[in-house]
């Protein structure tokens, strides 16, 4: 198959993108019932049929039935796969959906799927998340508005009936906009401010927060002033990452990849294509054969056992190195979600560099397209008459 071949089997429907994520043969049955894990003053159980009652610590909430917070109140909900489902005040929270699926009704959250979970989907109102090892944190206003971040992992979210689907990396927030019925672009977050809601800092330490540590100390590194980037790019003769041309942008940036950890290469990516989004193709395209060739990592943080080694070109490849699949994706949705524009650019410059990973990037589909407004004309439009010849005098008296 040639890459265009390979590009196009890549922008799918969304339904089957966010499909791919979720691994087959997972019973969904472990998101049908949950036990109450934690309870804060005014939390209710409200039954398909029947009245609202208490909710009450280790009780078992099934299928068909809601949770519901009051002011000021908070609840925790485990599943048998030990996903985890924090409600923050004001919130409704459906239990068992379709397959795999989480329906929020409205409120805040906090949502925890462990990495061999088997996935989830979390529906939002217009808004679906798909998450394989993820945290994440939620609103979902009255109004409509979702605003949805990610701790740590990513997730593929799609929205609207234009068919968005973005990429959202850990670090970074994607609002939803009910009134144009779409998403805007991924923007980064303070990730050790997030931290101080109340569905992280008041109740027991997550599974998952020496990941999101992990992201946070990424986060840093690489997003301060005069942090590892820009002191690069200063080494590599510019004044600043702004002003460098792109052959000392792509030297700094390379000369960080080498020296940094598989598991570090992603933040690099989404710091170094949003701070020049014009080299957003180059930088992921230096990372997936210099950071992902040093040994591919698997989103548990242990060794990929599947590599696939990289390309050049030639067809040649890079020294016997071995490029990890997990690396490759994880590389591949950092850039595009710096610069959602520029992701059909992205997709085809890796695959024309090592076009033996097609196999490995299964990201959202690069739907974030402008969208193009409605042209609103009338039922009966007015019909202009016939333009007048110069050689025929108009008709009429006079």
Not at 133 to 158: A, D, Q
Not at 324 to 335: F, L, R, T
Not at 340 to 368: G, K, R, T
Request: charged fraction near 20%.
């Amino acid at each position: 198959m040639n890459i265009q071949g390979r590009f196009i089997s890549l922008v799918a429907p969304v339904a089957l993108a966010l499909a791919s994520w979720l691994p087959s043969g997972v019973a969904a049955a472990e998101l049908e019932e949950a036990q109450v894990t934690q309870v804060v003053q005014d939390v209710k159980v409200l039954p398909s049929a029947g009245s609202a009652r208490p909710a009450a610590v280790n009780e078992t909430v099934r299928k068909g039935n809601a949770v519901q917070t009051g002011a000021q109140s908070r609840s925790e909900l485990t599943f048998k796969d030990q996903t985890i489902t924090r409600l923050g005040e004001k919130t409704t929270f459906n239990v068992g959906g379709e397959g795999r699926t989480i329906e929020m009704g409205s409120g805040q959250f906090l949502l925890y799927v462990p990495k061999k979970a088997g996935g989830a989907k979390i529906k939002m109102g217009a808004v679906t998340a798909a998450i394989t090892g993820t945290t994440v944190l939620g609103n979902v206003s009255p109004s409509g508005i979702v605003e949805f971040t990610v701790l740590e992992g990513g997730s593929c979210i799609s929205a609207g009936r234009f068919g968005q689907s973005i990429y959202v990396p850990a670090g970074y927030m994607v609002v939803y906009d009910p009134v144009s019925m779409s998403l805007g672009n991924p923007f980064q977050v303070d990730l050790q401010q997030q931290l101080s809601t109340p569905l992280v800092k008041d109740f027991s330490q997550l599974p998952s927060a020496p990941l999101i540590e992990e992201e946070i100390q990424n986060q840093h590194r690489v997003a301060t002033p005069g942090g590892d980037l820009d002191r690069a790019v200063r080494a590599a003769g510019a004044a600043s990452i702004a002003t460098a041309t792109s052959e000392q942008f792509m030297q700094a940036f390379n000369a960080l990849v080498a020296r940094s950890d598989p598991r570090e290469v992603s933040a690099l990516v989404a710091e170094a294509a949003r701070a020049r989004p014009d080299l957003a193709a180059r930088i992921a395209v230096a990372a997936v054969l210099a950071g992902c060739g040093q040994g591919g990592y698997s989103k548990d943080g242990k060794d990929f056992r599947q590599p696939v080694r990289g390309y050049r070109k030639d067809g040649k490849d890079f020294k016997g190195k071995e490029i990890g699949c997990d690396c490759v994706e994880s590389v591949v949705n950092a850039a595009i979600a710096a610069d959602p524009w520029a992701a059909d650019e992205i997709y085809n410059a890796v695959l024309a560099a090592a076009p033996m990973l097609a196999d490995c990037i299964h990201p959202c589909p690069p739907f974030n397209r402008p969208i193009q407004p409605y042209i609103i004309t009338p039922l009966t439009p007015q019909v202009s008459p016939p333009p007048v010849s110069p050689e025929q005098p108009p008709r009429g008296g006079g």
